[in-house]
């Protein structure tokens, strides 16, 4: 092929790959699959490999960039981004309108209803057709320079769609669209079970995650998570007529961007409601979560008559779905810390009942989430139980603002230092939140404890947080070794406790001393360790000397153990404090059981090396019991049933996996079968 050709060639190929992208993200239509799609993308590699000068920066194999940044730039924004004023029912949404109206006396109004998108919120510029610039809000004024990370995102065109960009908009030089990035739901759980995997910490939802990834200086590792992009804006804007929200929607999708699937135009706010209503019934039809609505003005023009307020439009509204929700006041933020260190601010709120209980803290999740809901001490806020045993905030009611209302400034309220230690505190940006640095944090100690005698750790009976919590403050206890020279004396002059329960406690910790060893690795707390990789790295390294002399290299020829894990694991054996706490728990006679001790008893049981899953309710054991037998036996335990399963062991009330299991041929056990293929305990 001489260069003319391959000229051709690439431009061909390039439409194409245009093109399908489109069709997938734009109109969600594909018409080829995705290893055609890659053939052609291979192609268009190799012809550009051999013909490097015909590279432009918008070729679709120009996504991922080359090594990773110091730091973001900062963007101004041509345009402010605007955050919404909140209504939470409908007659706040018949005040909207009323202010409208008001405000417009003359005038017919019509809506246009979107999904409000819970992502993060972006902002490209493209010139002259061509994507340059990508940011992230920021402050609504200049936000941080994303572009690297946002070109990876094949939902993003990187070039405005030629023809119609031609033909329609031959003057479109300038355009700023703005956005959602978002993790679609699926992704999510599949990133989580990744790190999961991987060893790495989860992230708490898709928003959090796409925040994240967002804020990652190596664009290649943005370039790995399925991140999607949503627009419902547009900025500054020269040499296109968008006389409404309903041209911007549509000009939006002819542009090649992603619009929401779903959006209506409105002829009043009766119709508005029930939109809504319609949208929130559909929510699960959606790829990306949703928080509710926003509600626009159609007409640009009428935008301009209304003006923004200093932080909100007047023109437009979010309508956010609520939960179960209530309404308290905020007294007061403090700052808890994580067994991790990881530091969370908790509304103290004016008890109220939610339901089901009463309430008063809520999570406020981070420093980030107080500033984007302007969420101030005194304020009137709305806390929300969805699904979870925590309890948050989700909004303030701004017309209850007292003048007095406090702004909260995470950092300076608690003098940049861990509010329960007062050591160094470090900003982790993956997950949003500042972390204290001092192992021996008197709050992480609280938790590192209570991790220590949880049941999936050291299963310590009758070690709960109420003592916990006294052991710590009295300075009974500085870390996990002291646990075992307490006294029954000590124990017993603490509140809520007498003589029997302070014996109780005393045996329960004796008891514990000779623990499987993954139950000690567990309880160690290391970062990143899990109960699953806990028991991974005690099949191999049989010890705690072994898995403390390995080297990271060595580490990760353990099963699922990656290298963010290993690393994790190799820093805490070279911590002096940490070794000098597991040489106490060594002299106070903490000797964790080798697994191998067991696996020579479990050579020649029918479990060894099978797959075996467990359903309903066994009489002779608790579900927990019965797995751990299993794995004695060196099988592995699952919890769904697949192809792989060689025995499914069915108690009383057997739930569907029983059906699937037939289906697939596994072999069934009931109680009295597993038992005898257990044999002795
Ligand atoms: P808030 O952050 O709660 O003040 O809500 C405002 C934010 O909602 C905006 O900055 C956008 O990031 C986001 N948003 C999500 N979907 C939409 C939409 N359809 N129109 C406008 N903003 C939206
Ligand atoms: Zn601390």
Known sequence: ???????????????????????????????????????????????????????????????????????????????????????????????????VRKLLPDEAIEYVLEPKVDGCSISIRYED????????????????????????????????????????????????????????????????????????????????????????????????????????????????????????????????????????????????????????????DLPYEIDGAVVKVNRFDQWKQLGTTAKAPRYAIAYKYSHEQARTK????????????????????????LAGSTISRATLHNEEEIKRKDI??????????????????????????????????????????CPSCGGPIRRDPEFVAWRCENISCPMQLKRT???????????????????????????????????????????????????KSATNVVTALEESKHRDLWRVIHGLGILHVGEGAARKLADHFQSLEQLEKASVEELQRAQDVGPVMAQSIFDFFRNAKNMAVLKKLHEAGVRPQRPEVRSQ????????????????????FSREQAQEELRKRGAKVTDSVSKKTDFLVVGEDAGSKLAKAEKLGVKILNESEFLEKLGGT
């Open 601 to 620: 008893r479990s050579e020649g049981s029918p479990f060894t090396g099978k797959t075996v899953v467990i359903t309903g309710t066994l009489s002779k």
């Open 1 to 99: 092929m001489n260069k003319a050709e391959a000229s051709k060639r690439i431009d061909q190929l390039r439409q194409e790959l245009n093109r399908h992208n489109r069709l997938y993200y734009v109109d969600a239509a594909p018409v080829i699959s995705d290893h055609e799609y890659d053939l052609l993308y291979k192609e268009l590699q190799q012809l550009e490999t051999g013909n490097p000068e015909l590279v432009t920066p918008d070729s679709p194999t120009q996504r991922v960039g080359g090594e990773p940044l110091k730091e973001f730039r900062n963007v101004k924004h041509l345009q402010p981004m605007m955050s919404l004023d909140n209504t939470y029912n409908f007659d706040e949404l018949r005040e909207f309108d009323k202010r």
């Open 129 to 284: 057709g061509t994507m340059t610039i990508g940011a992230t809000r920021g402050d609504g004024t200049t936000g941080d320079d994303i572009t690297a990370n946002l070109r990876t995102i094949k939902a993003i065109p990187l070039s405005l769609h030629p023809t119609l960009h031609h033909s329609h908009t031959p003057s479109l030089h300038l355009l700023e669209v703005r956005g959602e990035a978002y993790l679609p739901i699926e992704g999510f759980k599949k990133l989580n079970a990744q790190r999961e995997k991987d060893g790495e910490e989860l992230f708490a939802n898709p928003r959090n995650a796409t925040a994240g990834s967002l804020k990652q200086l190596d664009s290649r590792i943005v370039a790995k998570r399925p991140l999607g992009a949503v627009f419902y804006a547009v900025g500054a804007h020269e040499g296109i007529e968008l006389p409404t929200q309903a041209d911007a929607l549509r000009s939006l999708k002819e542009l090649g961007f992603p619009t929401p699937q779903m959006w209506w135009l409105c002829k009043d706010i009766d119709e508005v409601m029930a939109r809504a209503d319609e949208l929130q019934k559909k929510e699960s």
């Open 330 to 353: 905020l007294n007061a933020i403090t700052v808890q810390v994580g067994r991790t260190g990881t530091l969370t601010p908790v509304a103290e709120l004016e008890p109220v009942f």
């Open 376 to 417: 101030r001490i005194g304020d009137t806020v709305i806390i929300e139980k969805a699904g979870e045993v925590i309890p948050a905030v989700v909004g303030v009611v701004l017309e209850n603002r007292p003048k007095d209302a406090r702004p909260f400034d995470f950092v300076k309220h608690i003098h940049n230092k």
């Open 449 to 499: 404890l209570e991790h220590y005698a949880s049941r999936g750790a050291m299963d310590v009976e009758n070690l709960g947080e109420v003592l916990i919590n006294q052991l710590v403050d009295k300075e009974l206890v500085k870390d996990i070794a002291d646990l075992y020279s307490l006294k029954v004396e000590q124990l017993a002059e603490l509140d809520r406790m007498a003589e």
